[in-house]
């Protein structure tokens, strides 16, 4: 198996999209309904005002725990599908969410890296597209504008005005859509290379065969030719001695 531990699920992918397609459905209504409970106190709408408002947090926390661990699962699968050493390590793409300061940069820093290395030599894919730099980078200035939008007007108390409203709902739904297509595109660009196997993605050519190396041949026999004879290690000779008549 060329990507040993890598796993790109649908599953995860397709829960997290849900997550996040409800949350982008349901605060448009959570944020009317308290509107409305708040101009008109007596209209009876309290109950339904605060039945939005914690469907809208529960929502939140389930996007944003199924968002994470599809990141993490994906970070875990760049390394085995990317030589390149990453500067982030799988870690970050749980621990940069709950840096302050960090937070503003670091889960970008990570998606691109996920979407680089996701995207690295695959067929039909030009180097001059960034790895999908682009909707990564799209994605992340709607999620940031969004959330400095929302702190500012409650910081200046117009979080009501319609207007208001208005605005950061379609930073909400515009964020929402580009995180879809961010996971859409990197789950699967990175299926496609486990069901291809083939290392970094790159397939073997249509009818190629590895090359073989010619079976080492034995010299030709030629005739034979007699060789020097060995001979024998010299010998001490021993002689034995001749006796002699006793003389008589």
């Not at 309290?46 to 469907?55: H, N």
């Not at 290392?199 to 030709?220: C, D, N, Y």
């Amino acid at each position: 198996m060329p990507y040993p531990g890598a796993r790109a699920g649908w599953p995860l992918a397709r829960s997290a999209q849900a997550a996040v397609a409800a949350v982008a459905l349901v605060d448009p209504l959570q944020a009317l309904a308290l509107r409305a409970h708040r101009l008109h106190p007596d209209s009876g709408l309290g109950p339904q005002a605060s039945l939005l408002s914690q469907v809208s947090v529960w929502l939140y926390l389930v996007a944003a725990l199924l968002f994470i661990r599809w990141l993490h699962r994906s970070r875990r699968n760049a390394e085995a599908f990317s030589p390149d050493p990453a500067a982030l390590s799988p870690g970050w793409a749980v621990v940069g969410w709950f840096i302050p300061v960090a937070m503003w940069w670091i889960p970008r820093r990570v998606t691109l890296e996920v979407s680089r290395a996701s995207s690295r030599d695959m067929p039909g894919r030009e180097p001059s597209d960034g790895g999908g730099s682009a909707l990564v980078n799209a994605w992340w200035a709607a999620w940031l504008a969004h959330q400095g939008a929302a702190v500012a007007f409650s910081w200046a108390g117009r979080r009501e005005s319609l207007a208001v409203i208005g605005l950061l709902e379609m930073l909400n739904v515009s964020a929402a859509v580009l995180a879809v297509l961010v996971v859409q595109r990197i789950t699967a660009l990175q299926r496609a290379r486990l069901d291809r196997g083939h290392p970094f993605g790159v397939p073997p050519l249509p009818h190629h065969r590895p090359p073989t190396l010619p079976a080492p041949q034995a010299p030709a026999a030629g005739p034979l030719r007699p060789g020097p004879v060995a001979r024998p290690a010299d010998r001490p000779v021993r002689r034995l001695a001749t006796r002699r008549p006793p003389d008589r």
